[in-house]
């Protein structure tokens, strides 16, 4: 890493990528570099630091699909074939780091020789052509207050503070049952309209997507067998914004009810349009205390909603 | 390991699974679908015996000479992606970090950091002086396997510099 200046090290693609999978700027295993044939050098200007990765690259500002902020094409000084300049795609996660994205592929963007040069016009906005200087963590860390319109799922997990943990709970229902996976509960988010079509289709906006979970409590006890909390989980598809909320004592449907039943409850409740990343809930049993709090993380390389929920099991 | 390959005067190549059941006229074709097929072919560690070493002779599993290196660069080139530049010189100045990766992609080890030591043996002990360097590179290529990680530093300690308590 010292001694070489040849950025072609960054020239690697995972078998999977997608703009919700974030990757460092190293590849894991040299079978990341099976296409890698053509890759000519480069000469970059790249070092480690004590913020991970220091690298020097041009960045282009990408207009992609879905419209997530802050994505860039950042072009490697390698060829390829010793012709094409070759970009990968990265993601900003705060001022100056960044995380890969896209990484099953890399990003031919045109042919400095040939007529058809311009082609990278196409997907980016003009901007600065000279290099900035990013910092990529080989292990990513995602801060706190980071929001996407491109994320992959809610993530259910224990809290992270035991000593709140009383009485514990297990999720034994999500909605919507098509979009939701068990041990451990996650709930994947629709990427678009299209996906949408869910049974679960409360939000009469389609840009807002929920989910409720049901939470039941672990108990010996026979009194309490059955005696279940509902947890509300809103995400906005086109602002990025999550937040979560305990469903109370009210007059709200059962888990399992119809989804007509549902959009009738939520219909214009507050819940179903925004609200706070963290919730909490005492109810008339005493030591019964649900406290959930959000944040974004990864999870299996995909940028997700950790949903932290104290005494989950 | 890589310059110790190169100053040598031949490498014997013995690709103990190849017969020659094919009866083509043409040596290249046999030897292509001898060496495709071949174990050797997909070990990490004999990446730098196919390109360091000036002379290579190949020979089938009863010990018959198939063919040298250099009378067949194309053959090589096709099976393994490797530049027929590379071949014939071992000369890897000019290739690329991700072209030298992706040489040792379908390259298996027993153990990540063999992997790893292999790719030093190619890439690196040709190219750089200190050997420091090429550990902090097995670092790199081993990081995301934390037994890997935990066998190299036992390995690094015990290379020469480190703790030499039990010498």
């Excluded at chain 1, 094409?73 to 010793?82: A, I, M, P, Q, T």
Aim: aromatic share 8%; charged share 20%.
């Amino acid at each position: 890493m010292r001694t070489t200046r040849d950025d072609s090290i960054f020239a690697w693609t995972a078998s999977e990528g997608s703009l919700s999978t974030y990757r460092g700027l190293l590849a894991r295993s040299p079978r990341e570099f099976g296409n890698s044939h053509l890759m000519t050098q480069g000469n970059g200007t790249f070092a480690t630091s004590n913020m991970g990765l220091r690298v020097e690259l041009v960045l282009k500002p990408v207009m992609d699909e879905i419209g997530d902020d802050n994505v860039y094409l950042g072009l490697l000084n390698g060829l390829w074939n010793g012709r094409s300049i070759v970009a990968i795609v990265l993601r900003e996660l705060e001022a100056n780091k960044f995380a890969r994205v896209c990484a099953q592929r890399l990003e031919n963007v045109g042919d400095p020789k040939l007529e058809n040069f311009n082609s990278i016009e196409d997907y980016t906005i003009p901007g600065d052509e000279s290099p900035t200087a990013i910092y990529v963590e080989h292990k990513l860390r995602i801060p706190s207050l980071f929001q996407s319109r491109a994320i992959h799922a809610f993530c259910f997990k224990r809290g992270l503070f035991p000593e709140h943990a009383i009485p514990s709970y297990h999720v034994w229902a999500m909605r919507p049952t098509e979009l939701a996976l068990y041990g451990p509960a996650v709930m994947l988010i629709p990427r678009n309209a299209d996906q949408h079509q869910h049974d679960f289709r409360v939000s009469p906006n389609e840009a807002i997507f929920l989910a409720c979970v049901g939470l039941r409590i672990n108990h010996r006890d026979e009194f309490s067998l059955g005696r279940s909390r509902m947890l509300m989980c809103g995400y906005n598809l086109s602002t990025g914004q999550a937040w979560c909320r305990v469903l109370g004592n009210d007059n709200w449907p059962a888990i399992g009810d119809s989804s007509e039943q549902w959009q009738f409850a939520l219909g214009s409740h507050p819940v179903s349009q925004g609200g706070d990343i963290e919730a909490l809930m005492s109810t008339d049993v005493a030591e019964e205390r649900i406290k959930v709090n959000i944040v974004p993380g990864l999870y299996q390389d995909k940028i997700c909603l950790l949903v932290h929920i104290d005494g989950l099991s | 390991m890589y310059r110790w390959y190169q100053q040598s005067e031949c490498c014997i190549v013995y690709l103990e699974d190849a017969k020659d059941t094919s009866h083509s006229r043409s040596k290249q074709v046999t030897f292509k679908r001898m060496l495709a097929g071949s174990r050797w072919i997909t070990r990490g560690w004999t990446l730098q015996e196919l390109i360091a070493p000036p002379v290579v002779l190949f020979y089938d599993s009863s010990w018959h000479f198939v063919i040298t290196k250099q009378s067949s660069l194309g053959t090589i080139r096709a099976v393994t992606g490797i530049p027929e530049y590379v071949l014939a010189t071992g000369d890897l100045s000019r290739s690329s970090v991700a072209q030298k990766m992706a040489w040792s992609a379908n390259r298996t080890t027993n153990r990540i950091e063999d992997l790893a030591y292999s790719l030093l043996g190619t890439f690196l002990i040709a190219s750089m002086a200190e050997p420091s360097q090429s550990l902090r590179l097995v670092r790199y290529l081993s990081s995301s396997h934390a037994n890997a990680i935990r066998r190299k530093r036992e390995r690094i300690h015990e290379a020469p510099g480190g703790d030499h308590a039990h010498d």
